[in-house]
């Protein structure tokens, strides 16, 4: 039985890609982002919109 923190089952729960070993390079699934500024709003309004279901990160 594995022994991990809370942000190691994060990872693991969204990893796509890779394996969970520090300092190697891996893959993950992004529930949401955050926009920073007045300009991130205005591309979601537009992409909202458009009818957009998904869009990349």
Known sequence: MENLNVTQKLIKSH???GEMIPGKEIGI???????????????????????LKKSKD
């Open 29 to 51: 699934k992004i529930d949401q982002a955050l926009l920073q500024d007045a300009t991130g709003t205005l591309v979601q309004l537009e992409l909202e919109a458009m009818s």
């Open 15 to 17: 990893l796509l890609k």
